[in-house]
């Protein structure tokens, strides 16, 4: 049932940002401020096309809050400023001295599904938690089941080109599902994803298959102005693995230090865990300890997608940062994701116990 809830919330967030970006493009939607269409960019990246979302309603400039926010939301974003692919999306925070301090933003409720005007889809709050996206800024792929599928177009002079498949093999596919954040490619075939549209990029790829992007690649001349029917590239990538979630857990003694992170007395037991949600069948999660001069590795198999590293007595050596690594082969390629660092701290006195967890 929880389940179910998180994924109708993460539905209408989706159309939600949809709405917003239509607004954007001209359409207004507040009765009492006709004027007020919204404005969306992307600040304090390496380019126009990454960095903190920030819309513009009112007048008034304002990061979005980070809530529930994914790839698939991320891609109406990216569309909208004319930029490539959703690579990624996450938070950023904002470090606060006291409330007073904390960060003006947009706050996206869903109470415009059942209306139209403006003002009950974005609402001022404050928040330490910021939304940030990365698109990337001349590769993407349309039409395709997911974000990681489609028929390729490459942007050159602020306008996209279809790309022929005589100019296009697996190692330059290799460096464009590694540009959008996927994972290596399975497939590689002319019209998959649609025929190809005019223009049509006039050179032919030479990549080694190791650039990070496929307009680094060498390149080569071409006469190329069409493509025959059923030659435009069609491209799919492996989905690139979720990030596992890592806990920690103890019955007898764990609490929340303010900025060490988690602190367990001395003694007593303690797990953590690691976690990811359902992609593919099997794998393995590897546990990853660092100090300052220690660094070890402890691995479990992967068990309905999770695994549990118990520790039965703390010890000051075992204070550091724990990552959770999970790694699996889907078609001869090895995939693989981490966590957040989780840091604990070992104390000397009895905490009161609980549940903790990082990056949920």
Not at 35 to 45: E, H, P, W
Not at 141 to 169: H, T
Not at 252 to 266: N, R, T, Y
Request: hydrophobic share 35%.
């Amino acid at each position: 049932m929880i389940s179910t809830q998180r994924d109708v919330c993460l539905d209408m967030d989706r159309h939600l940002l949809l709405l917003l970006l239509l607004w954007s493009s001209g359409v207004q939607a507040d009765e009492d401020h006709p004027d007020s269409a919204v404005i969306a960019r992307l600040v304090g990246g390496a380019s126009r096309c990454e960095g903190t979302l920030e819309l513009n309603y009112l007048s008034e400039w304002r990061p979005v809050k980070d809530y529930r926010w994914d790839r698939e939301a991320a891609a109406a974003v990216c569309k909208h400023l004319d930029c490539g692919s959703a690579v990624s999306v996450g938070s950023r925070k904002h470090s606060v001295t006291s409330i007073t301090s904390l960060p003006s933003v947009w706050r996206i409720s869903g109470d415009c599904f059942s209306g139209s005007a403006l003002r009950h889809c974005i609402r001022k709050g404050i928040s330490t938690s910021v939304l940030h996206v990365t698109c990337s800024d001349s590769v993407r792929l349309l039409n395709g089941s997911s974000l990681c599928s489609g028929r390729l177009q490459v942007k050159s002079n602020q306008s996209w080109s279809s790309v022929c498949e005589a100019d296009f093999d697996r190692q330059d596919a290799e460096v464009v599902c590694r540009e959008l954040g996927c994972g290596p490619p399975s497939v590689l075939q002319g019209a998959l994803y649609g025929e190809v549209e005019a223009p049509v990029w006039n050179k032919e790829f030479q990549c080694g298959g190791h650039e990070s992007a496929l307009l680094n690649c060498r390149s080569s001349g071409s006469a190329r102005s069409s493509c025959s029917p059923g030659k435009a590239v069609g491209l799919t990538c492996l989905d690139s693995l979720a990030q596992p979630i890592i806990i920690l857990t103890s019955m007898d003694g764990v609490s929340e230090a303010q900025q060490q992170g988690f602190q367990v007395s001395k003694g007593s037991s303690f797990t953590v865990s690691c976690s990811i949600q359902p992609q593919y069948p099997g794998g393995s999660f590897h546990l990853t300890f660092t100090s300052s001069d220690t660094k070890n590795n402890y691995t479990q198999p992967a068990v309905n997608h999770s695994a549990n590293f118990p520790f039965p007595a703390a010890e000051p050596a075992q204070q550091g940062n724990y990552s959770c690594v999970y790694q699996v082969h889907v078609s001869s390629h090895k995939l693989s994701s981490e966590s957040h660092l989780l840091s604990v701290t070992v104390s000397a006195s009895p905490q009161t116990g609980g549940r903790w967890a990082d990056g949920v």
